[in-house]
C-alpha cells in the first residue's frame, strides 16, 4: 500500500511549514517533509543577474516533473536524493540531501494544487488561508533575516510577482482542498482537527 501523502498549500508567508511541522508532531515525528522550495528549477546558465529578474512565483519556474517523481518515489516505498536550492544565488547547489521513504509524506508549498497530476498525489489536501498584510510581513521578515534580501528588493518582487501570481495561481487552488486551516498555525482547534483527522487515517492504513 502507498504511503499517506498530505499537501499543504497556501500564500507565501502563510504558515504552510508551521502547519506542515504540527501534521508531523501529531505521528510523533515519523513522517517525511518536503518544501516545494527545493524544487525551483536550476539557473546556473543566466548570470547572476538574469536570475534575479526570474518570475519565482510562476508555476514554469518549478520543475513539477522531478517532484512528482520523487514524491511517487517515496509513496512506493523508495528513498530519493531530493535537491537543495541556494535563495541568495537563485540556483541549486551541486549536493542533494537522501530522503528514507516513510508511511506519511507531507509536501507542502505555494503552488502544490496548481498542477493537475501533482495534486492527484495528494490523499489529503490542506489550505492554509491567512490574510494577504500579514502572509507580507512575515515574508519581509523571512527574506530580509534568512535570504539576504534589501527591504526594497522584497517589496518590489511582492508587487511585482507575488501578489499578482498570488491571485492568478495560488488563490484559484484552494477551490481543490479537503481542508481550509484559517489563521495557519495560530488556529490551535483547526490544527487539533487536522491533526486527529491524519492520525485516524494513517491508523486505517495500518
Known amino acids: ?40 528549477r536550476p539557473l546556473d546558465h543566466l548570470t547572476l543577474a538574469e536570475r534575479e529578474k526570474t518570475n519565482f512565483d510562476h508555476p514554469d519556474a518549478l520543475d513539477i516533473p522531478l517532484m512528482i517523481e520523487q514524491v511517487n518515489a517515496l509513496r512506493t516505498g523508495q528513498a530519493i536524493d531530493k535537491p537543495v536550492y541556494d535563495f541568495t544565488r537563485h540556483t541549486r547547489f551541486p549536493d542533494r540531501v537522501r530522503v528514507e521513504p516513510s508511511d506519511v509524506i507531507i509536501c507542502e508549498g505555494i503552488l502544490l494544487f496548481a498542477f493537475p497530476e501533482l495534486r492527484r498525489l495528494f490523499d489529503i489536501k490542506v489550505y492554509v488561508d491567512v490574510p494577504d498584510d500579514i502572509r507580507f510581513i512575515r515574508r519581509l521578515k523571512r527574506d530580509v533575516a534568512k535570504r539576504g534580501r534589501t527591504l526594497e528588493s522584497v517589496i518590489e518582487q511582492y508587487l511585482g510577482t ?19 486551516i484559517p489563521e495557519g498555525g495560530r488556529n490551535k482547534v483547526g490544527i487539533d482537527m487536522l491533526q486527529a483527522r491524519v492520525v485516524k487515517e494513517r491508523q486505517s492504513r495500518v
Open 1 to 40: 500500500m502507498a504511503s499517506l501523502s498530505i499537501g499543504v498549500a497556501g500564500g507565501s508567508g502563510s504558515g504552510k511549514t508551521c502547519v506542515a511541522k504540527a501534521i508531523r508532531d501529531a505521528l510523533e515525528g515519523d513522517a517525511v517533509l518536503l518544501d516545494m522550495d527545493s524544487y525551483y
Open 162 to 180: 507575488v501578489r499578482p501570481m498570488h491571485l492568478e495561481f495560488v488563490e484559484p487552488s484552494r477551490r481543490f482542498a479537503d481542508v481550509i
